[in-house]
Nanobody
């Protein structure tokens, strides 16, 4: 079973930067897509950024477009989320998701437990 472990969360001031990472336990597993979600207290979990590993295409939520950058380290089996210009509304539990598709069929779906990011005013 593949496990995803997030790290790098913490407390930062308004306008600060933070880089969080998600590492898969298996070095042989290769996800079709990886994504970052976040959930603020009392709010629903939302998709923040995603990466299609086959093409390298990334997609970002409007609220983070231009401030967040998703990248992948295949050798290290790790995906990163570089967060710049952080705002208090970015506060939340950031969770990593990895999915694997084969000819349009989802054959794997893994979730990490999340890393907390808190942005102070």
């Amino acid at each position: 079973q593949v496990q995803l472990v997030e790290s790098g969360g913490g407390v930062v001031q308004f306008g600060g930067s933070l880089r969080i990472s998600c590492t898969a336990s298996s070095f042989t597993f290769r996800a079709t897509g990886m994504a970052w979600y976040r959930q603020a207290p009392g709010k629903e979990r939302e998709l923040i950024a995603s990466l299609a590993t086959t093409t390298g295409a990334t997609n970002y939520a409007g609220s983070v477009e231009g401030r967040f950058t998703l990248s992948r380290d295949d050798v290290g089996n790790t995906v990163y989320l570089q967060m710049d210009g952080l705002k208090p509304e970015d506060t939340g539990l950031y969770t990593c998701n990895a999915v694997q598709y084969s000819r349009g069929q989802k054959i794997a779906d893994y979730w990490g437990r999340g890393t907390q990011v808190t942005v102070s005013s």
